[in-house]
């Protein structure tokens, strides 16, 4: 095993299991509710203050990324992810970028009025918004702090028009890759749409491209790098996600955790190899 501390490019946080969207298929909801460990606000807490605070953590890392879920009905559950944004937003930013990803404006919203302004007007980096809405609002929230990054599935672009309109207020682009769960089928019809849009992103938005406004889901990037160079993607080496549990896995698309304690947990993440095997990218 590696000395640490290891350096990182990012971390992303799915501080909960409780979505209030329950998407079908979601790699959330994938993982059994039996085999759900307990979430804990102290883990969180503790380990914020180490990526923010601390200098000599177990880690470092270029960015963290925390899922704002949209919230449950059930009210203890929810006010539990209250309360991880809350932590988040007051960590101070250094070295360290700031990033929230939420699927829609009105998902944030639904956290109330003054964690909506402060996350706006707070210093997080960046906001990544799914489900992206022209309106007045919206424009004009993404005038204040963050940078807005539109994550958006090929289903989203809607044509020519809404994209461009889109494009003259939003900082950047990230077209995604529909996955599945890693092991488990991929569908083909999803990388024919990816390709397409990608495609017609290459052709209408050349100039966007060349600037680093739009880009494309890593993943695939990975699939074109293994049949050049014979190397796959770079989970476990230079990002890892962890989950409500406190495990961790290299690939965001990985249930099939193990159960180990947390602090075990971190450090069997940053081993010196791809978590490549059961993705089906490859297969491609
Ligand atoms: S293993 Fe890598 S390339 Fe495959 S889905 Fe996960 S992050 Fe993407």
């Not at 606000?41 to 203050?49: A, C, G, S, T, V």
């Not at 956290?111 to 980096?125: H, I, T, V």
């Not at 309106?135 to 994209?163: E, H, K, Q, V």
Request: proline share 4%; charged share 25%.
């Amino acid at each position: 095993m590696r000395k640490l501390p290891v350096h990182l490019d990012a971390v992303s946080i799915q501080p909960s299991w409780d979505c209030g969207r329950a998407c079908k298929g979601c790699y959330l909801q994938n993982k059994s509710k039996a085999n759900r460990g307990q979430q804990s606000l102290k883990w969180f807490q503790e380990l914020f203050r180490s990526i923010f605070t601390e200098t000599h953590s177990l880690f470092t890392t270029k960015q963290v990324t925390l899922s704002v879920d949209k919230l449950p009905a059930d009210h203890r559950r929810a006010a539990f992810m209250e309360e991880i944004l809350d932590i988040f937003l007051m960590q101070p930013k250094g070295l360290t970028e700031k990033h929230i990803t939420v699927h829609s404006r009105m998902d944030l919203e639904q956290y109330g009025p003054y964690r909506f302004l402060k996350a706006f007007q707070s210093e997080l980096d960046w906001i990544s918004v799914s489900k992206i809405h022209n309106d007045y609002d919206t424009r004009t929230l993404s005038n204040m702090g963050p940078r807005i990054n539109w994550n958006t599935l090929p289903a989203g672009i809607r044509g020519y028009g809404f994209c461009a309109e889109t494009l003259s207020f939003v900082d950047h682009l990230h077209l995604l890759l529909e996955k599945p769960v890693l092991g488990q089928d991929f569908n083909r019809i999803a990388e024919i749409d990816f390709m397409k849009t990608r495609d017609f992103l290459r052709q209408h938005f050349p100039s966007e491209l060349r600037q680093g406004k739009i880009t494309f889901d890593p993943c695939h990037m990975a699939l074109e790098g293994y049949y050049t160079k014979g190397w796959g993607c770079s989970s476990n080496l230079r990002k890892i996600s962890i989950w409500p549990d406190g495990t961790v896995t290299g690939c965001p698309y990985d249930s099939g955790r193990e159960e180990l304690d947390h602090e075990e947990s971190l450090v069997m993440a940053l081993r010196d190899e791809y978590d490549w095997e059961r993705c089906r990218i490859k297969e491609l």
